[in-house]
């Protein structure tokens, strides 16, 4: 058995220490809202925080993570920067499909703890590793900005 | 069991039962309260989510009152709107929603959306009669038998109102949900109205809003769809969980018509999780305890394949056919005027442009769940076309349609790929093997490389020009016809209405005419619609070749496409606009440039304007695209905005990167590694301008698509001088280091 952090909530699970993090989350745990798009960490969808730190799961082997905290979609509107970038999310209505959007709003959430008022250049580079098929990345990068002011 | 999704706006007649939230748990209700914010949104406290029947909710909304298929009111005055067209991103649900409640004059407030089940006859697209999702025809083909289906119901509600309080229907109005009669002060919400509404039969025409009058349509109101995407709570097809269900993915012969020849599974069976392995005719999946299970499994698997007939394909056999068939002359699409006679009037040039195959690559990969017992048949999909689904399930279980149940989640991307039911054909294969219900979940992998495939195009074009005007023109356009394999009683004397569309009814003033169709099948690689459909190639061709003729006559891209728009003025109008918003003219630095791309596309006029830059080793930066749209009456202008902005980002993505390759049978590419995406550190500034108008709507989900590549292109050519006939973009050209082909 795994012992998980996820959440704020101790979580055990049967699963072999190589599992990618993300197959033990959608799978055994049902906390779908992480998302399986490439499986070799090229697009995004399945990031994370491990440790306040966006990691994408799907190449993260379960027996890895020890204590560190897991943060999902499911549990980063707990926090004031999840909550502020959600509420971005919506306000300039970002989403269409959605799919890569719970990796999208990981992606930023860590943006905006490590760097409040990111410029440009910080978005670029936070955000480069999230993939959006549908294009939403005019929007993305405006409500990151109107997150970052709130 | 997971039931009926459904979205709600309704506030707290929500009713406390309803807020229970266990993640990830199939048929937990997903409702929460107070998520956001009104906005520019009608209506106060917006809830939003997945909601369930439940019984005390049923028993309070017994009888309802549904006149029509579109849309139910309950007895506690909740409305709910019935979903012809399925929801993938672009907006539909939320333009749907608003198109029935304007002419209902319904509460919005108080709205929930349903997926209709699968019904060709009262849910059939009106302009294929098959239930589909595409070709941007949502908005297109149902505004007005949605807008009369809202207006029938809202003509009983008067009458019954009439009935009741004994007065004239002239006068009596509605408003916001509830009937009222001003010269006595009296309204009733349209549920007090139920009973006397039961049975009567709404006028063949309802009289319709005027569009001043339109309280809902025009506003950028916050869509249905959207709060549960931003939470992890929405369940798109591959967020399925069910009691005891067992997941597999699977590997189909790497080479399109090839076979299983044997399968040693001695390893794969060893691992832990893996349990079971399931051979089929021309693929393998393997099921196991969660995905990693299966995955594992299947890659210790051992199998040898027939590779069928097509063993030795490679891409230069698909061009080189392609390029014979395209010198063959065509069946005759469009015909005007003496075309012999055009071509021999003033300088004679010729092009040549070919498009890549593509795939859809859909953020959500393909999968599909489904539990099939001797009786019955369930199944979780994500699809764009619903009938098929069950008509797919029904024919590999050989069980009565009525014994298959589709659920149709939200989309995590279509672009085309889900208007095909091959993961379901599959998916329902492997069931039949498996005993409970099985998720069936592609890799990356496969799904890139069994795609069906945007095909290989070939447009060849001709053209004079006398006096600033074209005098003849001739387009050939060379490709597969998907038509002739999706709905076959459409593809009629050898022409593909897809290939052709936008090329047969170009919009400029031509005198003679003649465009031509050869069909020609890729050997080994199936084929399927893909977002932008036949008019993105020739809208590349078209307005690239424009472009050329322009310039060869020394004119400007927007001045010589100006005189020839006599017979268009919306596209006249959209010109001038994105012109004038580009400061188009104005100098630009070296190699930098701005390309200009008209069009006329799912009857939408839209003009767009791209402004680049490339670099000595022929890198590629888009620093900004202007689009101006006339679509017509819009319904959600927000919705527009966005369709364009991600269209044309998809655009943009086929004709930097775009390219699928073969080899040996084979597709080369495999994620997105070697298959590209743009990325938002790539992404240029877009400005999208509408065009006020009070013309039947346009479709606009894939207009986008259409006009980036051929504005991409000419401002390449205004940058370096260099003209582009092949996608995607060769950057070696580009540097000089090679000569175009």
Redo the contacts between chains.
């Keep these: 058995m795994v012992s998980l952090r996820i959440n704020d909530e101790v979580r055990s699970v049967d699963?072999?220490p190589d599992?990618?993090l993300l197959?033990v989350l959608?799978?055994?745990?049902?906390?779908?809202?992480?998302?399986?798009?490439?499986?070799?960490a090229?697009?995004g969808?399945c990031t994370v925080h491990v440790d306040g730190a966006p990691v994408r799961s799907c190449l993260l082997p379960v027996g890895s993570v020890g204590n560190r905290a897991i943060t999902?979609?499911?549990g980063v509107?707990a926090s004031p920067a999840g909550a502020k970038v959600?509420?971005a999310?919506?306000?300039l209505?970002v989403?269409?499909?959605?799919?890569?959007?719970?990796g999208q709003?990981m992606s930023a959430t860590a943006l905006l703890n490590a760097v409040p008022h990111p410029e440009d250049s910080d978005?670029?580079?936070a955000?480069?590793?999230?993939?959006?098929?549908?294009?939403?990345?005019?929007?993305?990068?405006e409500a990151i900005k109107h997150a970052s002011q709130v | 069991m997971l039931h009926k999704s459904e979205f709600s706006r309704r506030g707290p007649a929500m009713g406390a039962a309803d807020v229970r939230d266990r993640?990830?748990?199939a048929g937990a209700s997903l409702t929460r309260r107070g998520?956001?914010e009104a906005?520019m949104a009608v209506g106060a406290a917006l809830v939003v989510g997945f909601r369930l029947p439940l019984a005390g909710a049923a028993a309070a909304a017994k009888t309802p009152f549904a006149p029509n298929g579109f849309i139910r009111i309950d007895r506690d005055g909740n409305v709910t709107l019935i979903m012809p067209q399925v929801e993938?991103?672009?907006?539909i649900y939320t333009a749907v929603a608003m198109i029935l409640a304007e002419e209902l004059d319904a509460d919005f407030a108080r709205v929930a959306l349903e997926a209709a089940p699968p019904d060709d006859k009262l849910y059939g697209n009106p302009v294929f009669g098959i239930q589909v999702t595409g070709n941007s025809n949502s908005v297109r083909a149902f505004w007005l038998p949605l807008r009369k289906a809202g207006a029938g119901v809202r003509a009983i509600l008067i009458q019954a109102a009439s009935q009741q309080w004994k007065v004239e229907p002239s006068a009596i109005r509605t408003d916001n949900g509830e009937v009222i009669h001003d010269a006595s002060g009296r309204r009733t919400g349209y549920a007090a109205l139920i009973d006397r509404a039961q049975g009567l039969v709404p006028p063949k025409d309802p009289p319709l809003k005027d569009p001043k009058d339109f309280k809902l349509i025009g506003k950028p109101l916050?869509?249905f769809?959207?709060?549960d995407?931003?939470?992890?709570?929405?369940?798109?097809g591959?967020?399925v969980?069910l009691p005891g269900l067992k997941?597999a993915t699977l590997a189909a012969c790497p080479v399109f018509g090839g076979t299983v020849e044997h399968v040693n599974d001695t390893k794969a069976k060893s691992l832990?999780?893996v349990r079971q392995i399931v051979v089929l005719g021309d693929f393998v999946a393997v099921v196991g305890?969660?995905?990693?299970a299966a995955?594992q499994g299947l890659a210790a698997l051992d199998i040898t394949w027939d590779e069928g007939p097509h063993a030795a394909v490679s891409s230069a056999d698909v061009w080189k056919q392609l390029r014979a068939s395209s010198n063959t002359e065509g069946a005759v699409a469009k015909s005007e005027g003496d075309i012999a006679k055009g071509l021999a009037e003033g300088d004679l040039l010729e092009a040549a442009y070919e498009m890549p195959f593509l795939a859809h690559?859909?953020?959500?990969?393909m999968n599909c769940t489904v539990h099939v017992t001797p009786a019955a048949c369930e199944v979780w999909v994500g699809i764009q076309v619903l009938s098929r689904a069950q008509a797919i399930a029904a024919k590999v279980t050989g069980l009565p349609l009525e014994k298959v149940t589709v659920h149709n989640l939200?989309?995590?991307?279509?672009?085309g790929r889900r208007l095909e039911v091959d993961m379901i054909d599959k998916a329902v294969q492997i069931a039949k093997q498996v005993e409970g219900p099985v998720k069936v979940?592609w890799?990356?992998e496969e799904d890139i490389q069994h795609d069906v495939y945007r095909p290989v195009y070939r447009d060849t074009l001709s053209a004079t020009v006398s006096n600033g005007r074209i005098a003849g023109w001739k387009h050939r356009i060379t490709g597969s016809s998907i038509i002739a394999r999706w709905l076959p009683p459409a593809f009629q004397k050898g022409i593909d209405i897809d290939a052709i569309d936008s090329a047969a009814d170009i919009p400029y003033d031509i005198p003679n005419l003649r465009v031509e169709y050869v069909r020609d099948e890729p050997p080994g690689v199936p084929t399927g619609f893909w977002r932008g459909v036949g008019p993105n190639n020739n809208v590349f061709a078209i307005e690239s070749f424009i472009d050329e003729l322009a310039r060869k006559s020394n004119k400007d891209p927007v001045d010589f496409r100006r005189g020839l728009l006599g017979k268009s003025p919306r596209l006249e109008a959209a010109l001038e606009l994105a012109a004038a918003k580009s400061a188009w003219g104005s100098p630009l630095p070296a190699r930098a440039g701005r390309g200009i791309a008209v069009q006329v596309a799912f009857g939408s006029f839209i003009a767009t304007v791209a402004e680049v830059e490339v670099d000595p080793h022929g890198e590629v930066r888009v620093h900004r695209i202007v689009c101006a749209v006339d679509t017509g009456i819009v319904v959600n202008p927000?919705t527009v905005a966005?369709q364009l902005?991600?269209?044309?980002?998809?655009g943009l993505?086929a004709a930097l990167y775009g390219k699928i390759t073969i080899a040996k049978g084979r597709v080369q590419q495999s994620?997105?590694?070697d298959y590209r995406?743009?990325?938002?550190?790539e992404?240029p500034?877009?400005e999208v301008h509408l065009i006020e108008s009070g013309e039947a709507p346009g479709g606009i989900g894939e207009t986008g698509v259409t006009a980036a590549p051929p504005a991409l292109g000419n401002a390449l050519f205004a940058a370096t001088g260099i003209r582009l006939r092949r996608l995607p973009i060769d950057r070696d050209v580009l540097s000089g280091k090679k000569l175009p082909s």
């Design positions: 699963a072999p599992m990618p197959w959608r799978d055994i745990l049902g906390l779908t809202g992480t998302k399986f798009g490439c499986g070799i090229q697009c969808a999902t979609i499911e509107g959600q509420q999310w919506l306000e209505e989403v269409q499909c959605g799919y890569c959007q719970s709003i978005i670029d580079a955000m480069a590793g999230n993939i959006c098929r549908c294009g939403t990345y005019v929007r993305i990068r | 993640p990830g748990e998520l956001l906005g993938m991103g672009q907006g916050k869509r769809d959207t709060p995407k931003v939470n992890g709570k929405l369940k798109y591959i967020d969980m997941f832990p999780g305890d969660h995905m990693w995955k690559a859909t953020m959500e990969p939200l989309i995590g991307g279509g672009f979940v890799t990356r927000d966005a902005q991600g269209g044309l980002i998809f993505t994620n997105f590694n995406m743009l990325r938002i550190n992404t500034r877009i």
